[in-house]
């Protein structure tokens, strides 16, 4: 807590994926908006990349008479090429998208500049390096030129920036506004997601691990200089969650602030909305396994799902896989499972075949070849979940109890084959599971929870470690699992989730109804009305800092 409560004027944030729906941060952002602008009503300006060019962002709402004079200023005089108009998410926010391929003919005098001042190693960059770079300091110069139209200088101004992609923005604010309060949070540190993502263990070694000498060994220089600079010189540094707290303190070198992530929940349907969206998905989700595996499904199948990004050994896929294995192979086990692996993957085309077959009208007879994805990939032999369900012999025959179906779309509604969002299809599961082993926060389980489908995590995942703390009794009884999960316990975790998968195949209909509320009363204890006290914690902490300085 802060020493003194400011009255705060104007609040900038900007990500990545503000209006750019790429990963969980955009859920962050998009669900905290509502109460963000209900506190600050019209004083929260997000700001985002503008990657859509000519085309319509399916989230953006451009408004040409807001803040008509300022960009006047901003596009005449400060030559910046930006829109202007409201987030189209709950509390629609001011939003700014920003074209910054002008910042590329001076991307090597910006480097030099934050060599100079920051010691930002920006030589061995690679990859989405110069992309986020040059879209952090554009929002540095959209910061700067609000600041100086509307005369902010004696006001409480925050710039808040969210990951390592946005840390040159946060330095050219220090350097060009040094009376604006700035925030910085990481997610997920770099050093961290490469050492867990390149197979080395992460926890049982992390006091020993050295920030600067691992992004040397693993090729992350640049991403980490950046990172680390944004971090020691932040006014407030922040990140999500406890486990990634003790993670930034050893690789980054400071201590930061935990802001819990929220999540909006006015739009997850309730009572006979969410009971008609319930059976809406499952006949979604059983007719498209119906299509694939050649024959009829008894509509009390038990739906498993997993989702998010294709992290193999990062989001725990390769558990999931080997348990439905071993919950394959369970003779008590009197009811059949299906598995949705819902994971976007590099995909060729929604299946032709199986559409034909959705389209079709008679009873499906035989299967499919390949039943068990629902769209080609252009990496079909060296896919690794597809690999590891062929080494399972997981082949979703008639005779077989489980069956596994990589969904590798992203599901935003016109995939071609369910047409439903990941919402709209999460809502019929039955349980869920997200075994992670590197997860900073973890909406998907949280996510799960706020559309009552009771959930399995994990204690490497901050919003597994933050259940745990509220005390989760064994078993699937108070709608939630969080397993314990280490370096090597592989074959443990496995095993108690095809455990409580099979709990779950034993529930009445009116244990699952139980099951379902209490994961609702879990989730509502998670929601921005609890957490954003947080942020407002933080932000006070970072002027108070900026007082002090």
């Not at 004083?43 to 040409?64: A, R, S, T, Y």
């Not at 030129?145 to 923005?169: D, P, Q, R, T």
Request: aromatic residues 12%.
């Amino acid at each position: 807590m802060s020493d003194n409560n400011y009255k705060i004027d104007y609040i900038f944030e900007t990500s990545w994926e503000v209006c750019n729906k790429v990963g969980g941060i955009y859920t962050v952002l998009s669900t905290r908006a509502k109460v963000m602008q209900d506190t600050y009503t019209d004083k929260v300006i997000f700001i985002g990349p503008d990657v859509w060019k000519d085309k319509k962002c399916p989230w953006f709402k451009e408004d040409k008479s807001l803040l008509e004079g300022w960009k006047k200023t901003a596009t005449q005089k400060d030559n910046l090429k930006i829109k202007i108009g409201r987030w189209d998410v709950p509390g629609a926010p001011i939003t700014v998208l920003v074209d910054f391929e002008q910042f590329y003919a001076k991307k090597n005098d910006i480097y030099g500049e934050m060599w100079n001042k920051y010691h930002v190693d920006s030589l061995d960059a690679y990859g989405d390096y110069d992309e986020a770079c040059m879209f952090a300091y554009a929002t540095g110069v959209v910061m700067e030129s609000f600041y100086k139209h509307f005369k902010l200088s004696k006001k409480n101004v925050i710039a808040h920036f969210n990951e390592w992609m946005l840390g040159m923005g946060l330095l050219y604010v220090k350097s060009h506004l040094p009376k604006v309060g700035t925030l910085f949070t990481t997610h997920a540190t770099t050093v961290g997601r490469s050492i867990a993502g390149n197979g080395k263990p992460l926890y049982n070694y992390l006091h020993s691990y050295d920030g600067d000498q691992m992004a040397r060994e693993l090729n992350v220089v640049s991403k980490h200089s950046v990172e680390k600079a944004a971090a020691q010189n932040a006014d407030c540094f922040t990140t999500v969650s406890e486990i990634t707290a003790r993670e930034c303190k050893q690789l980054l070198q400071r201590e930061p602030v935990v802001t819990p992530n929220g999540f909006e929940k006015d739009f997850i349907p309730v009572g006979k909305e969410h009971e008609k969206k319930r059976k809406a998905a499952r006949k979604t989700l059983i007719n498209v396994a119906e299509k694939l595996l050649g024959y009829s499904i008894d509509p009390d199948v038990l739906l498993v799902a997993t989702s998010g990004r294709y992290e193999y050994r990062n989001k725990g896929l390769d558990v999931f896989v080997d348990s439905m294995g071993r919950l394959n192979h369970i003779e008590q086990l009197n009811k059949d499972v299906i598995a949705f692996i819902m994971v976007p993957a590099w995909i060729d085309s929604p299946r032709q075949d199986l559409q034909e077959e959705l389209r079709s009208k008679k009873k499906p007879e035989t299967p499919l070849i390949h039943p068990n994805i629902t769209h080609w990939l252009k990496n079909m032999n060296h896919d690794s979940i597809l690999n590891q369900l062929s080494y399972l012999n997981i082949n979703n025959r008639k005779e077989d109890k489980v069956k596994v179906i990589f969904v590798p779309s992203y599901l935003n509604g016109n995939d071609g084959i369910f047409n439903k969002t990941y919402y709209d299809l999460l809502i019929g599961m039955d349980v869920t599971v997200f075994p992670s082993y590197y997860e900073p926060w973890g909406y998907t389980p949280h996510e799960s929870i706020a559309f009552s489908v009771p959930t399995i995590t994990t204690t490497l995942a901050g919003f597994g470690l933050w259940m745990k703390r509220l005390g989760d009794k064994r078993g699937m009884n108070d709608g939630a699992e969080v397993i314990t999960r280490d370096d090597y316990n592989f074959i443990e975790i496995s095993e108690d989730i095809c455990n409580r998968v099979f709990e779950m195949t034993t529930k009445s209909e009116q244990d699952e109804a139980l099951l379902r509320q209490a994961a609702l009363e879990r989730a509502a204890l998670a929601d921005w009305a609890h957490f954003f006290s947080y942020y407002q914690d933080a932000y006070n902490i970072a002027l108070n800092n900026l007082q002090k300085a």
